[in-house]
């Protein structure tokens, strides 16, 4: 039974506190451990969610409690039924908004609720798993959120919810840390982002390199963790807490910022990063250096040509807001629907930063990630229509993407590097979660994207008569390998998230190309 899967010790050291080892030397992909919530609900910041099943609501109250909810369905999920007894017994409703779509901090206190109500219901648990764990709150009460949390969050559970009898303000607030500290992102049964307390999950340290990866069945949001890499008996289980494919400064300051310590892992530590190049720029001054971090551990160090002739050199403050710059025109890009004018724009938009980034810098590759799923599938760049020139186009897109995806996330991780990006960018709005969520699929699909590309040329050269059938049987055999491989991590996804359906996909079309290989 996957339930009794537990492949791990936690140990504890002053760097990290607690942490997960492996107790046995574990291959890559096997199932380590499985957790269920100890508690899920909205993320700061939501715009209002229905309370059942997290999708956007207008206008739409549960007929008890007056908070929203999409249906009696969903005003009857168990999820919402110990709240719901609270708001309607202190009659405290929520206030429509003028704006649904826009963030409600009343529902900030929603997820703090459900982990309060469920230590009453949980006691033991709470004791054992949720009680030991890190909440930085000397960090926390010298933030802003500490603030709006007392006044969102303690003051509106404890005096207009009239919990005051059942819980104190430093029980609030520490329920504010854990989920602060530990929650991650998950997306919901309807596709939209929630938060959630995986206890054992929680005692994982980050690694900028991960070597575990994480699913989250979509029934009873069980989370199940393998191996991303062969793991052995003693080492740590890393889990990545950012957004994998961002710059060294960008990871590091969301860290700082949002789990309270600078992560100094080795690819922090090198100023190429693997040598995957994430943060490297051209050099403008001459033509033979690049510009790296002196020192990538002091977020305050200068950058610096690598050409000792050459030394041009400037500020980390400069960098910070080159980077913040750039990145808030790849956003809108990530806005634009997805056609031609898409493809466009993002082509002209690499032309234009072609001679200060490194080809294969962060906020490049995520316009190339785009630009790879792109090709291929909208109207006027239909995977048939593609000259072969363009086929080539998306196959080197695809190539540098898997290729930077395994100097940094080792294994099967790549497939998930979107799994973890809790409070990353754009997602507070509901249509950019749509498009988040397809994100998450175009990014599990980037062995799928490379497949078609490499199968049409293959053909292509075929019927130009450029190659003979002998050849084209062995060029076909790298798309094979593509599919096989997507399927197979795919596979141990849920089947009915998008990842699942593009693995059954990916799956179905890998059979049909073996046939048609067979047949020649
Ligand atoms: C989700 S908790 C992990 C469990 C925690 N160590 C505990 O004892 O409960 C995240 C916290 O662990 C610590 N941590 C995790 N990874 C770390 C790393 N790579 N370097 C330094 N501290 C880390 C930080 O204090 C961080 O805020």
Redesign the pocket.
């Known amino acids: 039974m996957a339930q009794d899967v537990c492949s791990y010790d936690v140990a504890?050291n002053d760097?990290?506190?607690?942490?997960l080892t492996a107790n046995k030397d574990i291959e890559s992909g096997e199932l380590i451990f499985t957790d269920k919530p100890f508690a899920y609900g909205p993320k700061p910041d939501s715009p209002p969610l229905c309370l059942g099943c997290y999708c956007p609501v207008a206008e739409s109250l549960c007929a008890r409690c007056g908070w929203p909810a999409c249906g009696a369905e969903c005003a009857a999920a168990p999820a919402h039924a110990a709240e719901c007894a609270v708001f309607a017994r202190a009659r405290v409703r929520f206030q429509p908004p003028d704006d649904w779509t826009a963030s409600a901090p009343q529902l900030d206190c929603i997820t703090p609720l459900r982990l309060l109500l469920a230590k009453e219901s949980n006691p033991e648990r709470w004791a054992s798993e949720l009680a030991?764990?890190?909440t930085?709150t000397t960090e926390r009460q010298a933030r802003p959120t500490w603030t709006a949390d007392q006044v969102n969050v303690v003051t509106f559970l404890l005096e207009h919810c009239r919990l005051g009898d059942r819980f104190d303000k430093e029980l609030v607030q520490q329920v504010c840390g854990i989920l602060e500290?530990?929650a991650v992102e998950i997306p919901s049964r309807g596709g939209f982002s929630i938060r959630a307390v995986y206890p054992r999950l929680?005692?994982?340290?980050?690694?900028c390199v991960p070597n575990i990866v994480h699913t989250i069945l979509q029934d009873d949001y069980q989370v199940q963790v393998r191996a991303a890499t062969s793991i052995k008996a003693g080492q740590p289980l890393?889990l990545c807490?950012t957004h994998v494919l961002s710059p060294t400064l960008t990871r590091r300051d969301f860290?700082l910022e949002s789990?309270?310590?600078?992560?100094?892992?080795p690819r922090c530590a090198d100023p190429t990063e693997l040598g995957s190049h994430l943060s490297t720029l051209k050099c403008s001054k001459c033509d033979n250096g690049v510009i790296l971090a002196t020192n990538p551990l002091d977020s305050e160090a200068a950058w610096q040509c690598t050409d000792k002739n050459c030394g041009f050199k400037t500020s980390s403050a400069a960098m910070r807001k080159l980077l913040a710059v750039v990145q808030a025109e790849v956003d809108q890009l990530d806005a634009l629907e997805p056609g031609a004018q898409a493809i466009e724009t993002r082509e002209a938009t690499l032309k234009k930063y072609k001679s200060v980034f490194h080809p294969r810098h962060a906020l490049l590759l995520s316009l190339k990630l785009a630009l790879a799923q792109l090709y291929g599938r909208v109207a006027g760049y239909g995977i048939d229509e593609l000259p072969d020139l363009l086929l080539e186009r998306k196959a080197e897109l695809a190539r540098l993407v898997l290729a930077a995806l395994d100097a940094v996330a080792p294994g099967d991780t790549r497939m998930r590097a979107y799994g973890r990006v809790a409070g990353y960018g754009i997602d507070e709005l509901p249509d950019l979660l749509l498009e988040r969520k397809a994100e998450l699929a175009r990014y599990s699909m980037m062995l799928y994207e490379l497949h078609a590309p490499l199968m049409f040329l293959a053909r292509s050269e075929f019927s130009a008569g450029l190659i003979t059938q002998e050849k084209l049987k062995e060029r076909l055999q790298e798309p094979i390998a593509c599919l096989a491989e997507a399927s197979k991590i795919l596979s141990r996804e849920d089947p009915q998230s998008p990842e699942g359906i593009t693995g059954q996909i990916a799956q179905q079309s890998l059979e049909q190309l073996q046939a048609s290989l067979d047949s020649l």
């Open positions: 504890r760097k990290y506190g607690r942490y030991p764990m890190e930085h500290v530990n929680a005692i994982a340290a980050h690694s890393h807490y860290l789990k309270f310590f600078w992560c100094d892992c």
